[in-house]
Nanobody, 112 residues
Framework: QVQLVESGGGLVQPGGSLRLSCAASGNMISDHTMAWYRQAPGKEREMVAR???????NYADSVKDRFFISRDNAKNTVYLQMNNLKPEDTAVYYC??????WGQGTQVTVSS
C-alpha cells in the first residue's frame, strides 16, 4: 500500500514562491515516475510536472521556467518548487506515482 502526503500549500501573493513536498510511505518511489498535477475550480485535472526514475523531467508549457520538480529517493520525497506564481496557478495540487497512486492534494492560492 502506497501513501502519498502533500504539504507546503498556502496563500501567496503574485510573484511569490512556494515549495510543495510529497512524502511517500509504504513503498519506495525510486523506481517510479512521479508527477504533480493540479485542478482548478471548474477545470479538468492537468499534469504540471513529471520526473522519471532516471531524473528526466518535463513540464506543462504554462509552468516552464517557473516550476521545478525534483526528487530525493533517500527521503522518499518529491518536491515542486514554484516561482513567480500567478493567480492562474491557483488550484489543488496533487502528487502522483504514475502507476496509479494519488495524494489527497494541497491547496495553492495566489492572490493579492
Amino acid at each position: 500500500q502506497v501513501q502519498l502526503v502533500e504539504s507546503g500549500g498556502g496563500l501567496v501573493q503574485p510573484g511569490g514562491s512556494l515549495r510543495l513536498s510529497c512524502a511517500a510511505s509504504g513503498n519506495m518511489i525510486s523506481d517510479h515516475t512521479m508527477a504533480w498535477y493540479r485542478q482548478a475550480p471548474g477545470k479538468e485535472r492537468e499534469m504540471v510536472a513529471r520526473i522519471t526514475s532516471f531524473g528526466s523531467t518535463n513540464y506543462a508549457d504554462s509552468v516552464k521556467d517557473r516550476f521545478f520538480i525534483s526528487r530525493d529517493n533517500a527521503k522518499n520525497t518529491v518536491y515542486l518548487q514554484m516561482n513567480n506564481l500567478k493567480p492562474e496557478d491557483t488550484a489543488v495540487y496533487y502528487c502522483s506515482r504514475t502507476d496509479g497512486y494519488w495524494g489527497q492534494g494541497t491547496q495553492v492560492t495566489v492572490s493579492s
